[in-house]
């Protein structure tokens, strides 16, 4: 392995890298299309019967949307779009407006009141019992302001956005429990945090040069999936990914970091030969919180913060710049990828658990023992250029995704694969060509305990000319290949809107069972009549409207000018798909209510005049006149016989 580091070799990387994509790029034009005879043909029966794709389709995909702030839901094998999750970021398509007050409320910072209509999701977690998928929650974190949500998959709605404190955001590995009762999110991006911190792990940042510090962060989930503060530990390092052990290694946190040099800037982050592997037992930060090792800060007071120093830690080198961090579905082998070599580690932490026993440490630093590297691999395998993440199927292989080479290579694991697979272990099985430059890839069920196998779709970070020309900026590609057969088939690709990052897929049959058609919450105020109040002190108007096919009612409603307006909307409709919508002309106002949804809007009546407002879903033949009035009457020309009264 010597000899990669060299700066000289990590410049001819760097090189590589560029020039492998751009030798994809030139070489494309001249790759001639496939005759007709050769293609397979997509089996559909025509005409289409009604509810074919509902019935076909064998999972739910839920990708993360990146820098579109949610996530994105589609079908497997169908590869049809389905629906977009609004998370972080505001979606007036998909119901999601701060307009409404529960929903602003997720969206504003705790600590600064300022609402947040901007984010990053990277990995979803999907709730597991007992290491597999359970089916009722979706969790994603939000890289940019370091938080983290809970979908409820019944409703495909988020219902909670946790802040993690302490930081100003810059959190990447996001990971949960096999029992769902702790996530685990760690800090990326390093931190000049709270004295009270700095003091408590005895390093001192210099917030214009660093070297800052960072950490992981415990989220406990309750029963009803509602997530708090459990513990932070702070430390030197930053850290890239993030798994909870399951099976062999149950009971630990493993983390990666690329930036053991602690650099501030990005060639420095190249400057060792190796990066560090982590393990965290987490009864040892159990202990440290029962030990009231802990300090606090003005931020969070409910937050206990933990030195590092205090918990049980281990590392081992893996080759530079980690990215991949993976487990497989027994647990044992953890893989791991660096991003700037060719390199995959094989970790067995059966190994490693040895290795801590028998003490085979080689040194330590920052107080944390280094395991032997050769203790505790099971193989360091030289596949490809520009290695990114690996994925498991339920056949003892495991599969990694390359950047560079664009391409997945399938891979048979050790003991106790063998006897599935029966090859020789760590050997390239199966090349799967993807277009282009894969990032994460997925395997239904692929980061659990028992992997259903069957697909792997790779979420490609170039699509170059796969599509039709839409401008400069492009689309994403997720590509889905049979890996029953091998080799492997690609069966379909998909342009999906930017960026997955990773994705997770669950059987249809965890989903489908306990999917809502309609909310219940309109019915507990069947009772109420429609009104309008008029508040003279707090200068307020409140509406309260009912909403189904095709009308508001009321339908107009007299405001006085400057006066804030109040509308609580409740959905009469019980109906399968009948979405309503209220838009305001001249406003900055929209909400969309769904079958037996109770939705609030708020808006300050500025300007005088008459302003219609609308439902902005096509619900019937008379959506277009589904309409009403606001009229805003200039405050000095306001009479209290101008309030609208509504019939007994
Ligand atoms: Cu590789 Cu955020 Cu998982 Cu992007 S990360 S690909
Ligand atoms: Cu209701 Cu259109
Ligand atoms: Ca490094």
Excluded at 338 to 366: C, H, N, S
Aim: hydrophobic share 40%; glycine share 8%; proline share 7%.
């Amino acid at each position: 392995m010597k000899g990669w580091f060299t700066p000289v070799a990590v410049a001819a990387l760097f090189l590589g890298l560029l020039v492998g994509t751009l030798a994809v790029g030139l070489l494309l034009p001249a790759t001639p299309l496939a005759p007709v005879s050769q293609v397979q043909a997509f089996q559909k029966p025509y005409p289409m019967p009604h509810q074919y794709w509902a019935k076909t389709d064998e999972f739910y995909v839920f990708a993360s949307g990146g820098q579109q702030g949610g996530l994105y839901v589609y079908g497997v094998p169908s590869m049809k779009y389905l629906s977009e999750i609004p998370v972080f970021v505001p979606d007036q398509a998909w119901g999601w407006t701060p307009e409404d007050p529960e929903i602003r409320k997720m969206m504003t910072n705790p600590w600064t009141g300022q609402l947040v209509t901007r984010g990053d999701t990277h990995h979803p977690a999907l709730s597991k019992t007992k290491g597999v998928y359970d089916g009722r929650w979706a969790f994603i974190n939000d890289k940019m302001q370091g938080r983290v949500a809970r979908v409820d998959l019944a409703t495909f709605r988020t219902s909670q956005i946790y802040w993690v404190p302490n930081i100003s955001g810059g959190i990447h590995g996001h990971h949960i429990a096999p029992d769902s009762r702790l996530i685990v999110v760690n800090i990326e991006h390093e931190q000049s945090p709270d004295p009270v911190i700095q003091r408590h792990i005895g390093i001192q940042v210099d917030p214009f040069k660093g070297p800052y510090v960072a950490g992981i962060n415990g989220i406990r989930v309750a029963d009803d999936g509602k997530m708090s503060n459990a513990w932070q530990v702070w430390g030197p390092w930053q850290y890239d990914m993030a798994r909870i052990g399951w099976g062999k290694s149950d009971g630990w946190i493993i983390t990666t970091s690329y930036n053991t040099e602690r650099a501030t800037s990005a060639v420095p982050m190249f400057a060792r030969e190796q990066d560090y592997l982590y393990f965290w037992n987490i009864a040892s930060i159990e202990k440290a919180l029962a030990d009231k090792k802990v300090v606090t800060t003005a931020q969070a007071p409910d937050m206990p913060v933990i030195s590092w120093k205090d918990v049980e830690v281990y590392m081992t080198p893996i080759p530079l710049n980690p990215h991949g961090l993976d487990i497989s579905p027994t647990g044992k082998y953890i893989l791991t990828s660096g991003k700037a070599t060719t390199l995959i580690a094989a970790v067995d932490f059966e190994k490693v658990l040895q290795a801590i026993k028998d003490r085979k440490f080689v040194g330590e630093e920052f107080n944390i023992k280094i395991l032997d590297q050769n203790a505790v691999r099971s193989a360091t395998m030289d596949l490809g250029m520009g290695p990114t993440h690996i994925e498991f199927d339920d056949q003892g292989y495991a599969y990694v995704g390359f950047f560079v080479d664009s391409d997945i290579k399938k891979v048979p694991l050790g003991e106790p694969y063998t006897q599935l697979h029966k090859r020789e272990p760590w050997k390239v099985a199966d090349v799967l060509p993807a277009h282009f430059s894969v990032g994460h890839l997925v395997v239904p069920g692929g980061d659990t305990a028992q992997p259903y196998g069957k697909y792997v779709i790779s979420m490609n970070k170039l699509t170059k000319d796969t599509f039709l020309p839409h401008g400069p900026l492009r689309t994403e590609n997720h590509e889905l290949f049979n890996i029953r057969e091998t080799p492997a088939k690609l069966v379909d690709q998909m342009a999906l809107g930017p960026e997955t990052h990773y994705s997770q897929v669950i059987p249809v049959s965890l989903i489908t069972p306990r999917s809502q058609t309609a909310y219940k919450e309109a019915r507990a105020l069947a009772s109420e009549k429609p009104r309008v109040e008029y508040d003279y002190n707090a200068k307020e108007v409140r509406v309260f409207m009912t909403v189904v096919r095709s009308f508001f009612t009321p339908e107009v409603f007299n405001v006085p000018q400057g006066w804030k307006v109040k509308v609580r909307m409740v959905s009469q409709e019980t109906a399968l798909d009948m979405t309503h919508g209220f838009a305001l002309d001249g406003y900055n106002v929209v909400a969309s209510l769904d079958p037996g949804e109770v939705r609030e809007v708020e808006w300050t009546a500025e300007k005088p005049g008459v302003n219609w407002f609308y439902c902005i879903w096509f619900c019937s033949e008379l959506h277009m006149e589904m309409r009403g009035r606001m009229i805003v009457v200039p405050s000095q020309e306001w009479a209290p016989q101008m309030e609208t009264k509504l019939g007994s």
